[in-house]
Nanobody, 119 residues
Framework: QVQLVESGGGLVQAGGSLRLSCIAS????????MGWYRQAPGKQRELVAA???????NYADSVKGRFTISRDSAKNTVYLQMNSLKPEDTAVYYC?????????????WGQGTQVTVSS
């Protein structure tokens, strides 16, 4: 009933930019928070950025000043603007949402979108 669909990943050269989008759909009553995680080969999944329903944001130290998370609550959509990309940003990026739906409060994950930054 609830799905998160990411888009916007791709291949970009170092110093370039990408914007990721994630749309939550289904019988959603409210969203407490949405965020972006990433996982590179051989590494654990890590938080990149998150935003609450009140607009508070949180970023990983490695992306502060380069990435910006934003949301469109009316569309149940979260964005991640990524500027000054570095090869170490290469990873699969996953959308995350903590939300209330017709079946209760649960955390949902998208399928992931690949971001590759070449040097």
């Amino acid at each position: 009933q609830v799905q998160l669909v990411e888009s916007g990943g791709g291949l970009v050269q170092a110093g370039g930019s990408l914007r990721l989008s994630c749309i939550a759909s289904g019988s959603i009553f409210s969203i407490n928070a949405m965020g972006w995680y990433r996982q590179a080969p051989g590494k654990q999944r890590e938080l990149v950025a998150a935003i609450t329903s009140g607009g508070s944001t949180n970023y990983a130290d490695s992306v502060k000043g380069r990435f910006t998370i934003s949301r469109d609550s009316a569309k149940n959509t979260v964005y991640l603007q990524m500027n000054s990309l570095k090869p170490e940003d290469t990873a699969v990026y996953y959308c995350n949402a903590d939300l209330f739906s017709s079946v209760g409060k649960y955390v949902y994950w998208g399928q992931g979108t690949q971001v590759t930054v070449s040097s």
